[in-house]
């Protein structure tokens, strides 16, 4: 299978390094098309496009695989949808996104580039799966988060990498027969894999353990701070069975239409 790697903290991340040989590691064909540098909270942005546009890449490499290493200028969705359309030769079957330092759960996984990513390929007709871990992450003056998106560690964190890999074999295993445009939200706690409590599908949580602030910083700035939320949590909420020590699997379906309501002709009635 033709499997695209890509991810939100940029070409050059640790874990991104990790998914892309845990994918070689299956046999599949590989390549990366990832963001030149960090883009967490890009969302499924792909930027301004307009017929014509252009945008930079440039070649990488990593360290001990024989992969193609594309490095695109843009957010996480430009690189899914350029290499769907043919623009590096392989045309991927699947997008496989990550490894995110952080957790993306909840209803802030709108905001994720890594989740993002995986959304843009559902809407180009792939299967896709996002996979985070759960590591306190680097912020502004080396102050660790709270599991939240990020483009590295924090300080002396040593992230269990061969857990997120192993979870991302599998979950990639299972989603190699699953129906086209399939997409799988996998967030796995920061242990070793015999210390995990086990495997659950979980249901966004209303939060993923933070809570953002903002205040002035001064003349034309504004501050933005993430704290732990001291909101309590369903207990079959991804952000709750992550804290509890289980992998959690979400399934994603893009944009979906809600629920008829008598919307339309109460707008139709106004206009006459």
Do not use: K
């Not at 490499?61 to 430009?78: C, E, K, Q, S, W």
């Not at 759960?134 to 502004?140: C, L, R, S």
């Not at 988060?145 to 992230?159: C, E, L």
């Amino acid at each position: 299978m033709r499997v695209q790697i890509t991810n939100d903290d940029g070409v050059e991340a640790e874990g991104l390094a990790h998914l892309a040989a845990a994918m070689v590691e299956l046999g599949h064909e590989v390549i990366v098309v990832a963001p030149r540098w960090e883009m967490s909270g890009s969302g499924a942005s792909t930027g301004p496009l307009h017929s014509g546009t252009e945008f930079e890449v440039s070649q990488h490499t990593i360290a001990g695989l024989d992969v193609a290493v594309h490095a695109v200028a843009g957010p996480p969705a430009l690189s899914v949808m350029a290499a769907r359309l043919g623009a590096f030769g392989v045309v991927p079957d699947v997008v496989v996104s990550g490894i995110n330092p952080g957790m993306n759960t909840g209803r802030g996984a709108l905001h994720s580039g890594t989740v993002g990513a995986a959304l843009t390929a559902q809407a180009f007709g792939m299967s896709a799966l996002a996979v985070s871990l759960d590591v306190p992450t680097a912020q502004p003056g080396d102050r660790a988060s709270v599991g939240t998106p990020g483009s590295s560690a924090a300080p002396g964190v040593q992230p269990q990498w061969a857990t997120a890999r192993r979870v991302a074999q599998i979950a990639m295993d299972w989603l190699a027969e699953a129906p086209r445009r399939t997409v799988l939200n996998v967030n796995v706690p920061d242990r070793r894999v015999g210390e995990l409590e086990g495997v659950r599908w979980a249901r966004a949580a209303a939060t993923s353990g933070v809570r953002a602030s903002g205040a002035p910083a001064g003349p034309g700035r504004l501050r933005l701070e993430l704290t732990p939320s001291d909101l309590v949590l369903r207990a079959d909420t991804d952000t709750a069975r992550v804290q509890a020590g289980y992998v959690t699997v979400t399934t994603l379906d893009g944009i979906t239409a809600g629920a008829e309501i008598p919307v339309a002709e109460a707008l139709e009635a106004a206009l006459r």
